[in-house]
């Protein structure tokens, strides 16, 4: 059974600097892997996708990486900003399900 | 309309009240997905549409949950007899393909409490 896990479950930053979220997963056997962001009583917002034959996918400051040997996929934010704070959520696609670690939230302090 | 919406946004229900929560997917996205969201956690499936057909619709928690999508298009999730371990938000998405590579859409969500 697909297992996703994100560490850390919180993390609160300076304004400017550079961080990396993590990702992991048991199953290598995905379709995609997708970064979503959530902000309290919204809904999820799509970040980037990589398909399982990708390796990285950019988005401005926003950089995804997948590798699927490991079971691990990372986030890059560059230069913060506390627009950024929010809750990050990596989702894997098995079959067609998403399977959703439980998230990281993140707080850019000004 | 430009993006996946639901409705209602809240919802408070008795215990033991049914309730319906209806999604509209983006116009002509084939595949449509609920997803229960419990506080502090990633959400968790429920159940698939591609147009009419259920095709899977292993992940509602018991019997009292049912969802239809009878044109292709709308879809509601129904609960019946509600329980305090419902309180949740739903979560719809749609994606415009049946194949499963296709990036999903999501809505804003329902938010249940069930008092």
């Known amino acids: 059974k697909q297992e996703v896990t994100q560490i850390p479950a919180a993390l609160s930053v300076p304004e400017g600097e550079n961080l990396v979220l993590n990702c992991s997963f048991t199953?290598?056997?995905?379709?995609?892997l997708q970064w979503f962001r959530q902000d309290p009583g919204k809904g999820l917002t799509s970040l980037l996708l990589?398909?399982?034959s990708q390796r990285e996918q950019t988005s401005g400051r926003l950089n995804a990486s997948l590798d699927k040997s490991s079971g691990r996929s990372t986030l890059y934010i560059a230069a913060s900003q506390p627009g950024d704070s929010a809750t990050y959520l990596c989702?894997?696609?098995?079959?067609?399900?998403?399977?959703w670690g439980a998230g990281t939230k993140l707080i850019i302090k000004p | 309309g430009a993006g996946v919406s639901q409705s209602p946004r809240y919802k408070v229900a008795k215990r033991g009240q049914d309730v319906a929560l209806r999604c509209d997917p983006i116009?002509?996205?084939?595949?449509l997905f609920w997803y229960q969201q419990a506080l502090g956690q990633g959400p968790e499936f429920l159940t698939y549409?591609?147009?009419?057909?259920?095709?899977?619709k292993s992940g509602l928690p018991s019997d009292r949950f049912f969802a239809e999508r009878p044109e292709g298009s709308v879809s509601t999730l129904k609960i019946q007899r509600t329980q305090q371990e419902d309180s949740a938000v739903y979560l719809c998405?749609?994606?415009?393909?049946?194949?499963?590579?296709?990036?999903?859409?999501f809505g804003p969500g329902t938010r249940l409490t069930v008092t």
């Open positions: 989702a894997v696609i098995s079959n067609y399900q998403l399977i």
């Open positions: 549409f591609q147009n009419e057909a259920q095709l899977d």
């Open positions: 990589i398909q399982s």
């Open positions: 199953d290598s056997a995905i379709y995609n």
């Open positions: 998405a749609s994606s415009s393909q049946g194949a499963a590579s296709y990036e999903q859409y």
């Open positions: 116009s002509g996205h084939v595949s």
